[in-house]
């Protein structure tokens, strides 16, 4: 059973639609996130939610909306998709946020081409 | 400037060369995590540390919290320790990145 899953794992679209990106973890953890790794391979955190709850938000433009359904997914939602947007989307997940000895578990990935 | 700094940012060795990244960061942390991303795009997790040393089979990976530095080091690499290792540091929620080091170990 894959820990951390991710569909799709690879999404191509046209500049202007919208999307999303599913991500579900099985390891009954409260905390999940959202990382961009930019054609530079350099990871940059966007969301994070922890139990249902939005707890970082970082710089990310309001086209991109994250959803929690259950902690057990954590969905990104991109409106208007802009060429800017081409990446790999990493959705990650962890026992909690507090503790400190907390190791993340990532997904596999969804590579995000906008034509 | 990143927080977070690695060095070198490619380094190519032959197999069984003793291997070390360096990491350095500016901001206070409760623990540094050093990952690799193997060249199919999967991350795992290698180690989490907030101080002195652990070794998981031929890695081993320190820190010094006064010196704001780690170090990853590889003991008689292997072709498939070719990785890129990635230095985060946890900072309040989140993580904080470097930029990778994209390692390649030759036979």
């Known amino acids: 059973d894959t820990a951390v899953s991710q569909t799709p794992k690879y999404l191509v679209t046209q500049m202007g639609n919208d999307k999303s990106i599913k991500c579900e973890q099985n390891?009954?953890?409260?905390?999940m996130y959202w990382y961009k790794q930019d054609s530079k391979k350099f990871l940059k955190i966007m969301f994070s939610?922890?139990?249902?709850?939005?707890?970082i938000n970082e710089t990310v433009p309001n086209r991109f909306s994250p959803k929690s359904p259950d902690k057990a997914h954590l969905n990104l939602h991109i409106n208007s998709l802009e060429l800017g947007d081409s990446a790999v989307y990493f959705c990650?997940?962890?026992?909690?946020?507090?503790?400190?000895?907390?190791?993340?578990?990532f997904g596999p990935g969804t590579r995000l081409t906008v034509l | 400037k990143n927080e977070v700094e690695q060095s070198p940012q490619n380094l190519t060795a032959q197999e069984g060369e003793f291997i070390t990244i360096n990491c350095s960061y500016s901001?206070?942390?409760?623990?540094l995590h050093w990952l690799q991303q193997h060249p199919g795009g999967g991350i795992v997790s290698l180690f989490m540390l907030s101080s002195g040393k652990k070794k998981h089979g031929r890695l081993i990976a320190t820190i010094n919290i006064q010196e704001k530095h780690s170090s990853l080091h590889i003991t008689a690499s292997h072709p498939r320790d070719s990785a890129v290792y990635i230095c985060?540091?946890?900072?309040?929620?989140?993580?904080?990145f470097g930029k990778g080091t994209s390692l390649l170990v030759t036979p």
């Open positions: 901001v206070g942390i409760s623990a």
């Open positions: 990650a997940s962890s026992q909690d946020s507090m503790t400190v000895w907390n190791e993340q578990f």
């Open positions: 939610y922890n139990n249902k709850e939005l707890i």
């Open positions: 985060a540091v946890r900072s309040g929620y989140a993580l904080n």
């Open positions: 390891l009954g953890h409260d905390t």
